[in-house]
């Protein structure tokens, strides 16, 4: 997986300031805000600042926290995991393994198979359907 690297100004140039705001900056969007909260068609949810495909539909589900969750990564060379001290809490926040965008956290709170929950910000991320939809 080839590393991309671009300046501040490069991706303040091809992000949204929603997006750059929380993928380069760590910010948090607000809950219930991201229409990929109400997607359900089968496809890709990839990262908005790369393209790179990180969750696959199947593993979508209601968390009820007002943010896009899943239960696992389509794979796992997609994302990376970093401590997360902020908040005066020690969180695992996961990032864009291609482009280190950061997508959001994961918790040990989530459903089987896996009982993990990748709370991510849709801002962070673009759907792509699968052709047959």
Known sequence: MTKINKSEAEWRETLTPEQF????????ERA?????????????????GCGTPL???????????????????????????????????????????TCDGHL???FPDGPQPTGLRYCMNGIAMEFSPNEDD
């Open 55 to 97: 969750f696959d539909s199947t593993t979508k589900f209601e968390s009820g926290t007002g943010w896009p969750s899943f239960y696992a990564p389509l794979d796992e060379a997609a994302v990376s995991e970093h401590v997360d001290r902020k908040l005066f809490m020690k969180r695992t926040e996961v990032r864009c393994a």
């Open 32 to 48: 219930h805000t991201s229409p990929l909260n109400q997607e359900k068609r089968e496809g890709h949810f990839n990262c908005a």
């Open 104 to 106: 959001g956290h994961v």
């Open 21 to 28: 705001h929380v993928l380069r900056k760590e910010g948090t």
